[in-house]
Structures are given as C-alpha cells and as structure tokens.
Nanobody, 124 residues
Framework: QGQLVESGGGSVQAGDSLRLSCTTS??????MGWFRQAPGKEREFVAA??????????DYEDSIKGRFTLSRDSAQNTVTLQMNSLRPEDTATYYC?????????????????WGQGTQVSVSS
C-alpha cells in the first residue's frame, strides 16, 4: 500500500459544492474508497471505486447518491469526490483509503491505507 494525500476540504454553505482529491503512491492499486466521520459518530462509508482493464465499478452510500460523484485519473493515481448540493449533515472529516482486497467494500476493515483526513463543514 502507498501513502495517500487528500486535499480539497473547506467550509461552505448548504447547497454549495466541494471537490476532494486523493492521490496514492501505491502501485497496482485496484480500488479506493472515501469514508467520513462526524464528531461523536463512527466512521461511515461514502463511496468507492474499483477498476479492471475495461470495467470500472462505483458504489455510493444512499444518502449521497445523485449528489456526490466519484471519478478516477489513472495517470495521476488520483480519485476525486465531487460533492454537490451539500447539506449540513455532510459535515465531517473525510478520509480516502486504499483497498486491501482490490474490490469496493463498505467495510473500513477492507482498506489498508488511509489518508490524513480533510475537513468538510457545511453551514445552513
């Protein structure tokens, strides 16, 4: 597993957008995910992507479907989470992670390497 560096958090108002990026130094990475953790709550799954030669598979948590979009730049080893129509309940520290299995998963235990986290704050 490589090291993951996240960027793009910030403070916005409800309805605004933010873009989070995560770059990994790992090699042969085949799946990455995003999780978030709000104060006093457990870390929860947000979205994940896995890829093979000609197939890319995305998984999104229900509350963010239609608002968040995950994309991947294979040349840059980067995954980007575009977050639109942000809500106050999206406020959390967001973490990207590199899968240990090579497949998308909603379980944090299936991810071997984690970024440092980036804060997203949404005010009403």
């Amino acid at each position: 597993q490589g090291q993951l560096v996240e960027s793009g958090g910030g403070s916005v108002q409800a309805g605004d957008s933010l873009r989070l990026s995560c770059t990994t130094s790992g090699i042969n990475v085949q799946a990455m995910g995003w999780f978030r953790q709000a104060p006093g709550k457990e870390r929860e799954f947000v979205a994940a992507v896995s890829w093979r030669r000609h197939i890319t598979y995305y998984d999104y948590e229900d509350s963010i479907k239609g608002r968040f979009t995950l994309s991947r730049d294979s040349a840059q080893n980067t995954v980007t989470l575009q977050m639109n129509s942000l809500r106050p309940e999206d406020t959390a520290t967001y973490y990207c992670a590199e899968s240990r299995t090579g497949w998308t998963s909603r379980a944090s235990a299936d991810y071997a390497a984690w970024g440092q986290g980036t804060q997203v704050s949404v005010s009403s």
